[in-house]
C-alpha cells in the first residue's frame, strides 16, 4: 500500500514483475467492465472446482483459493485506486481471508505493476511543462515501487536523493465513480439503508480522496514531522514544494528497509523493542497530543534500519485522520479500567458511540454490551499495562479466537445496519496495523499506561 520511498536496492521481484501498465481504466464504463470480467473468470473457476469434484477428481481449496485471489489481484492491481486500497486494508487483517488472498494482497502494501516509461513522462510533462529528464538532474524512469494511488521514481538534483511519487492518471475520478458503482450493489445485497451508511461512505470517500492530493500530504506530513521531531528513533523525508504538485510529490529518499527484508536479516531483540518503541511512541504523540493520526500504518509506509540501536523512517502521509475533541474523549474513556469495572459507564459510553441505540430491545442491548466489554478488554489491555509484549504469542491467539468468535455470532453476521462512530473507521484501522507491525516485530514496550493514570 505504500506509496512513497522504498529500500535502496532493488525490490524483490514478484509475480508482476516485468509487467506495465500503458494505461488505466479510469471511466465508469471501463471500470465496470473490468469488474464484469473478473467476476466471470472467477465463477468459471468455482465451476472447474465443483465439477472435478463432482467427477470424483481432487480438488483442493486451496487451489480455488489461489486461483481466484491470483485473478483479483490482477484486476485490482490493473484498476488501481480505491478498489486496490480495500484489498491492502485486507491484507492487515490476517484473520479476514483466506491466506492465499491475505498473502496476494499483501503484495499491493509494497508491489503491484508500474505505469509504462512513456506515460510516467506524459504525468510529468502536464505537471510541469517538461520532461522528468528536464526537471531532475538524474530520473530512474522504473519505478522502484507502485501501489494503490501513485508509485514512486528514484532521483536526483543537486546532489541529493530525491524519492518522486508520480499519481496515478485519473485516480481521484475512478475513486469517485468506484463508490458509486458499488454503493447501490452493496445496498441492494446486504439489505442497508443508505441513510444509515451514508456518514460511514462519506468518511471512507473523504479519507481516500485526500490521498489523492499531494499538496495536501506535503502540508500535513511538514507539519506532523516538525511536531514530532522530539521523539526518539524516528526519520521523516524532507518535502520540496518547488518539485511538487496536486499529483507530483518530491521528498528525501530515506534509507531502510521494509519489515519483511528487515526481519530476514535477524535483528536483535533489543533493536526490535526499540524499532517498536518509537512506533508506539509516534502513534501514542500523535493520538493524545496533536489529535490527528497517520492512520495507514502498513509495513510499505515505514522503514526499519538499525542505526543507533533502530531507526523507524515513517513515510506516506496521504491518510491522515483528524480526530474531533469529543471523539478522542470518547474513544480514550472507552479503553480505561473504570469503564470495564462499570457496566453502567460502559453502556452509557457506547450509547454515546451509537453502539448501543435506544429502540434496541433488552437482550439486544446486553448482547452489544457483553460483546464490546469482551473486546475492549482484550484489544485495549495495552493500554492498560505499563509494559506490553507484543511477542506473547498468547495474546495473539486471544485475539484470533475473539475475532473468530465474533464472526460466527449469529447477532453479528445477520446485522444489517452499522453500528458505533464513523470516526472509529480510521482510529481502528490504526490501532490494527499498528499492532500488526508490533506483533511482527515481536516488540516489548512502555505503553506509559502509568503515566496516562496519574493525569
Not at 486461483?67 to 485486507?90: C, D, F, P, R
Not at 512513456?118 to 531532475?136: H, I, M
Amino acid at each position: 500500500m505504500s506509496d512513497h520511498t522504498s529500500t535502496p536496492d532493488a525490490p524483490v521481484p514478484g509475480p508482476d514483475a516485468g509487467r506495465q501498465l500503458a494505461s488505466l481504466p479510469t471511466t465508469k464504463v471501463a471500470r465496470a467492465a473490468r469488474f464484469a470480467k473478473t467476476g466471470l473468470k472467477v465463477g468459471a473457476n468455482y465451476v472447474k472446482h465443483y465439477a472435478k469434484r463432482a467427477a470424483g477428481v481432487a480438488s483442493e481449496t486451496d487451489d480455488l483459493h489461489a486461483a481466484n485471489a491470483a485473478e483479483l489481484y490482477g484486476a485490482l492491481s490493473e484498476m488501481k485506486g480505491s478498489v486496490l486500497k480495500v484489498a491492502q486494508m485486507l491484507a492487515m487483517e490476517k484473520n479476514m481471508l483466506p491466506t492465499a488472498y491475505s498473502d496476494r494482497f499483501a503484495q499491493a502494501q509494497y508491489q503491484s505493476p508500474p505505469l509504462s516509461g512513456p506515460l510516467v513522462t506524459k504525468v510529468l510533462r502536464d505537471a510541469f511543462g517538461r520532461s522528468p529528464f528536464e526537471v531532475f538532474d538524474e530520473f530512474d524512469i522504473n519505478a522502484r515501487q507502485a501501489a494503490s494511488i501513485g508509485q514512486v521514481h528514484r532521483a536526483c538534483k543537486d546532489d541529493l536523493e530525491l524519492a518522486v511519487k508520480v499519481q496515478y492518471p485519473g485516480v481521484a475520478d475512478s475513486i469517485r465513480s468506484d463508490i458509486r458503482l458499488v454503493k447501490p450493489i452493496a445496498l441492494r445485497v446486504l439489505g442497508l439503508d443508505e441513510a444509515q451508511v451514508r456518514p460511514y461512505l462519506d468518511e471512507v470517500e473523504t479519507r481516500l480522496l485526500e490521498e489523492t492530493n499531494y499538496a495536501l500530504e506535503l502540508q500535513r506530513g511538514t507539519e506532523i514531522a516538525a511536531e514530532c521531531a522530539h521523539l526518539a528513533h524516528l526519520q521523516f523525508p524532507r518535502y520540496y514544494p518547488e518539485l511538487s504538485t496536486n499529483r507530483v510529490l518530491t521528498m528525501d529518499w530515506l534509507p531502510g528497509q521494509h519489515l519483511k527484508e528487515f526481519l530476514a536479516t535477524d535483528p536483535s531483540q533489543q533493536v526490535r523493542n526499540q524499532l517498536g518503541q518509537a512506533l508506539w511512541d509516534f502513534y501514542a504523540f500523535q493520538l493524545h497530543t496533536l489529535h490527528r493520526v497517520h492512520a495507514d500504518p502498513h509495513p510499505g509506509n515505514f522503514l526499519l534500519r538499525v542505526d543507533d540501536g533502530g531507526t523507524v523512517g515513517v513515510l506516506d502521509f496521504g491518510c491522515v485522520k483528524e480526530i474531533p475533541a469529543d471523539v478522542y474523549e470518547l474513544f480514550t474513556a472507552l479503553l480505561t479500567p473504570e469503564t470495564l469495572a462499570d457496566e453502567a459507564r460502559l453502556a452509557a459510553l457506547l450509547t454515546r458511540a451509537g453502539v448501543l441505540r435506544p429502540d434496541d430491545s433488552p437482550a439486544r442491548q446486553a448482547f452489544y454490551r457483553q460483546t464490546m466489554q469482551a473486546s475492549l478488554e482484550l484489544v485495549g489491555r495495552p493500554f492498560r499495562q505499563a509494559t506490553f509484549d507484543f511477542g506473547d504469542p498468547e495474546y495473539m491467539a486471544a485475539l484470533y479466537q475473539l475475532g473468530n468468535e465474533l464472526m460466527q455470532e449469529p447477532e453479528l453476521r445477520q446485522q444489517r445496519e452499522p453500528r458505533g462512530s464513523e470516526h472509529f473507521i480510521y482510529l481502528n484501522r490504526t490501532y490494527v496495523g499498528l499492532y500488526a507491525l508490533l506483533t511482527e516485530l515481536r516488540a516489548s514496550v512502555q505503553t506509559g499506561a502509568d503515566d496516562t493514570a496519574k493525569d
